[in-house]
């Protein structure tokens, strides 16, 4: 009997976000994944993968693995949403399991578990019934049987079910279910596992878990036995059970050994298991040899005339909101971050707090970023001693934005509000990766005269730049992909080194930077190039008139997405090391020099020696200092091995100094970071 029907997407495991609406247009439905064949132990899989495409959701991959197994009419499916360490945000999914079963042309019934008992759902294919939502489920499975009493059910994790839903039109039945929403902080994962199992011998069911399900069986009305179901070889006890309402005291009826060989059925007759009066429920536990309890379902008896109601006890607490529905998320306490806004309030992820305030006094910054990735601005200003000013730009038209960011629309309205923001004096203006097509001519003047006349500039990743403002950038682009579109010329690089005049990129670990991509660019022959990788030109700075100006060039979108524009690098290797730290590093070291701002005592190399740190350091200051050099030492998988405090004395002019930091480094590379 084949129940998955492939065609209008109503095939099994499909997977859809509740939040993202309509679901016709998911970022997962009907998409292909990357897969690759896996063994473990006694079972085969498949794996398979695809990462998000727009919004936040474009840093959240969805990772499955489907497991298959000898004698098992079971499918075992391991989920993982990744959040990627470059979203730098907590993203919140709403998982949701679309699945098409039903038999062809046959009428069929589902059942799954509820307070009043276990529900069922009848499906005529020729009077559909529509569809139908359930909250209120007792425990973590769904299923659904033939008129040849074949059937399957699915089984998954109780505590995180929202609700079970089931759509039927004549052209099939759905038996969908969705998670209530989940929070993932950046670089973590959300995992959670399902299961398919195939019966036959089952004439309906009132409970399934793993690779069990079992039903109470009747005879004119009344309760007879029990019909187990096994998709793999089992041994255990069955111990039947009668729990009176309100007492819930539970008193055992019978116990009976079982020994099922895969794909098998059995049955155990009840004699007489309820006495007297009173609301009753029949018990079912199936527990392995081991003791572990595999099974448990149960079904309502009364007898008599009586008022106390029943209801079946939910198989655990579930997480997070009860109040929770389809198209409406409810943040939990633990939600302090949502994936669209980007608030100047929300407290920075960076755990490192840089010197403030400047000797110089504070920068004023205004930063020009797309709104998808505009976060790594208020992760950098956190870093910083500035006063920001922020303006998003939106590359598909209209979007709506948060209040702080103060404005919202499309390019019209960003040039609007841009031009406002103009009207202000900057020391530096930062613009995070756009094509700068988007911005209207009034206000590419506008830019030109502010950094001709002085004020810095620095950007990541410029493109689309018109040939009037050509001058501010000391580099330009060599190609102009299309946002989607791979090109040869944007490769990997992972052999970083300074230039002839590393200028403000000094002591920096660039013989331990991960791999990531760079766009390709080409340094004008008045600029310095600071720092390589593999030979591409990695930080070019120059001037433009009066105006410092910088670019970046590493490539922050995916190589084969770059439509959104943001200040760090995509990385190439998954970085358990805080590895962003060090290009925020070299954004803030670009954003003082752009400013004329260089701090008045500047570290310019850390040298690695036998119980010491040898620190060159330069001082613009005409007297010597005392200062506090902080040390922290940690490994590539980012455990901290040591922290040292010292003291020292900075001379004027360059000075060279030993720090004593006895520690044993760990196998692999190991980081000094120093403040």
Same mark, same amino acid.
């Given at each position: 009997?084949?129940?998955?029907?492939?065609?209008?997407?109503?095939?099994?495991?499909?997977?859809?976000?509740?939040?993202?609406?309509?679901?016709?247009?998911?970022?997962?439905?009907?998409?292909?994944?990357?897969?690759?064949?896996?063994?473990?132990?006694?079972?085969?899989?498949?794996?398979?993968?695809?990462?998000?495409?727009?919004?936040?959701?474009?840093?959240?991959?969805?990772?499955?693995?489907?497991?298959?197994?000898?004698?098992?009419?079971?499918?075992?499916?391991?989920?993982?949403?990744?959040?990627?360490?470059?979203?730098?945000?907590?993203?919140?999914?709403?998982?949701?399991?679309?699945?098409?079963?039903?038999?062809?042309?046959?009428?069929?019934?589902?059942?799954?578990?509820?307070?009043?008992g276990v529900r069922e759902i009848p499906h005529d294919p020729v009077r559909p019934v529509n569809e139908s939502f359930h909250y209120d489920a007792t425990a973590g499975w769904f299923g659904m049987v033939s008129p040849g009493s074949t059937g399957a059910f699915f089984s998954m994790a109780y505590p995180q079910l929202m609700a079970f839903y089931n759509w039927q039109g004549t052209s099939g039945n759905s038996m969908e279910w969705m998670l209530r929403s989940q929070t993932i902080p950046y670089g973590k994962s959300f995992k959670t596992s399902v299961s398919l199992c195939a019966f036959a011998g089952m004439p309906r069911l009132d409970g399934a878990k793993g690779a069990l399900a079992g039903a109470f069986t009747r005879v004119n009305g009344e309760l007879s036995g029990i019909k187990l179901y096994a998709a793999e070889g089992f041994s255990g006890t069955l111990t039947v059970s009668v729990r009176k309402h309100p007492a819930l005291l539970k008193m055992t009826a019978a116990t009976f050994d079982l020994a099922l060989a895969a794909g098998s059925t059995t049955t155990r007759g009840l004699?007489?298991?309820?006495?007297?009066?009173?609301?009753?429920?029949?018990?079912?536990?199936?527990?392995?040899?081991?003791?572990?309890?595999?099974?448990?379902?149960?079904?309502?008896?009364?007898?008599?005339?009586?008022?106390?109601?029943?209801?079946?006890?939910?198989?655990?607490?579930?997480?997070?909101?009860?109040?929770?529905?389809?198209?409406?998320?409810?943040?939990?306490?633990?939600?302090?971050?949502?994936?669209?806004?980007?608030?100047?309030?929300?407290?920075?992820?960076?755990?490192?707090?840089?010197?403030?305030?400047?000797?110089?006094?504070?920068?004023?910054?205004?930063?020009?970023?797309?709104?998808?990735?505009?976060?790594?601005?208020?992760?950098?200003?956190?870093?910083?001693?500035?006063?920001?000013?922020?303006?998003?730009?939106?590359?598909?038209?209209?979007?709506?934005?948060?209040?702080?960011?103060?404005?919202?629309?499309?390019?019209?309205?960003?040039?609007?509000?841009?031009?406002?923001?103009?009207?202000?004096?900057?020391?530096?203006?930062?613009?995070?990766?756009?094509?700068?097509?988007?911005?209207?001519?009034?206000?590419?003047?506008?830019?030109?005269?502010?950094?001709?006349?002085?004020?810095?500039?620095?950007?990541?990743?410029?493109?689309?730049?018109?040939?009037?403002?050509?001058?501010?950038?000391?580099?330009?682009?060599?190609?102009?992909?299309?946002?989607?579109?791979?090109?040869?010329?944007?490769?990997?690089?992972?052999?970083? %080194? &300074?230039?002839?005049?590393? #200028?403000? +990129?000094?002591?920096?670990?660039? *013989?331990? =930077?991960?791999?990531?991509?760079?766009? $390709?660019?080409?340094?004008?022959?008045?600029?310095?190039?600071?720092?390589?990788?593999?030979? %591409? &030109?990695?930080?070019?700075? #120059?001037? +433009?008139?009066?105006?410092?100006? *910088?670019? =970046?060039?590493?490539?922050?979108?995916? $190589?084969?997405?770059?439509?959104?524009?943001?200040?760090?690098?995509?990385?190439?290797?998954?970085?358990?090391?805080?590895?962003?730290?060090?290009?925020?590093?070299?954004?803030?070291?670009?954003?003082?020099?752009?400013?004329?701002?260089?701090?008045?005592?500047?570290?310019?190399?850390?040298?690695?020696?036998?119980?010491?740190?040898?620190?060159?350091?330069?001082?613009?200051?005409?007297?010597?200092?005392?200062?506090?050099?902080?040390?922290?030492?940690?490994?590539?998988?980012?455990?901290?091995?040591?922290?040292?405090?010292?003291?020292?004395?900075?001379?004027?002019?360059?000075?060279?100094?030993?720090?004593?930091?006895?520690?044993?480094?760990?196998?692999?590379?190991?980081?000094?970071?120093?403040?």
């Open positions: 009997v084949e129940y998955a029907n492939p065609a209008k997407d109503m095939g099994i495991f499909s997977d859809l976000l509740w939040q993202q609406l309509p679901f016709s247009s998911g970022d997962w439905l009907a998409e292909p994944y990357s897969h690759a064949l896996v063994r473990d132990r006694d079972r085969v899989g498949v794996r398979l993968q695809r990462t998000g495409s727009r919004g936040s959701l474009r840093w959240v991959t969805i990772h499955k693995t489907f497991w298959l197994r000898d004698d098992s009419s079971r499918i075992v499916a391991d989920y993982e949403y990744e959040n990627h360490p470059d979203a730098m945000e907590n993203i919140t999914i709403c998982p949701w399991f679309h699945n098409g079963l039903a038999v062809k042309g046959q009428d069929c019934a589902m059942y799954l578990p509820a307070p009043e004699a007489h298991p309820v006495q007297g009066d009173g609301t009753f429920a029949v018990v079912a536990t199936v527990r392995r040899a081991s003791g572990e309890e595999a099974l448990q379902f149960e079904v309502p008896v009364v007898r008599g005339d009586t008022a106390v109601p029943y209801a079946m006890p939910p198989e655990s607490n579930r997480l997070g909101s009860d109040q929770e529905r389809f198209g409406k998320l409810i943040k939990n306490a633990s939600d302090t971050v949502d994936p669209y806004e980007y608030s100047a309030k929300i407290p920075s992820e960076g755990r490192t707090k840089w010197c403030k305030p400047y000797a110089g006094g504070t920068i004023k910054l205004l930063a020009l970023a797309h709104m998808h990735v505009a976060r790594e601005v208020i992760e950098i200003s956190e870093r910083m001693d500035v006063d920001l000013r922020t303006c998003t730009f939106f590359t598909v038209g209209k979007g709506p934005w948060n209040a702080t960011w103060g404005h919202n629309g499309g390019h019209a309205e960003i040039n609007a509000y841009f031009a406002k923001a103009m009207a202000e004096d900057y020391d530096v203006i930062l613009i995070a990766a756009p094509d700068l097509k988007y911005l209207a001519k009034e206000n590419i003047a506008l830019l030109a005269k502010k950094v001709r006349s002085g004020t810095g500039l620095v950007t990541t990743m410029p493109r689309q730049i018109p040939d009037s403002c050509k001058d501010l950038f000391p580099a330009l682009p060599l190609i102009e992909t299309s946002y989607k579109t791979a090109d040869p010329a944007i490769r990997s690089v992972k052999t970083y %080194a &300074p230039g002839e005049d590393a #200028g403000f +990129a000094t002591a920096l670990p660039l *013989a331990g =930077l991960p791999e990531i991509h760079v766009y $390709p660019y080409a340094p004008k022959p008045d600029s310095n190039v600071l720092v390589t990788a593999d030979g %591409a &030109p990695l930080i070019v700075c #120059g001037t +433009a008139g009066k105006g410092r100006s *910088a670019v =970046l060039t590493w490539l922050v979108g995916q $190589p084969t997405n770059t439509s959104f524009g943001g200040v760090n690098p995509h990385f190439l290797e998954d970085p358990a090391y805080p590895w962003h730290e060090y290009y925020y590093a070299m954004v803030i070291k670009a954003v003082r020099w752009a400013a004329n701002r260089e701090p008045a005592v500047a570290l310019s190399a850390v040298e690695v020696r036998p119980g010491a740190l040898r620190l060159s350091l330069s001082s613009s200051l005409k007297a010597a200092h005392r200062a506090k050099v902080e040390i922290v030492i940690r490994h590539e998988s980012g455990r901290q091995i040591a922290r040292f405090v010292r003291e020292t004395t900075v001379a004027p002019g360059s000075t060279t100094v030993d720090l004593k930091t006895a520690y044993a480094p760990m196998a692999g590379r190991n980081f000094a970071d120093v403040r």
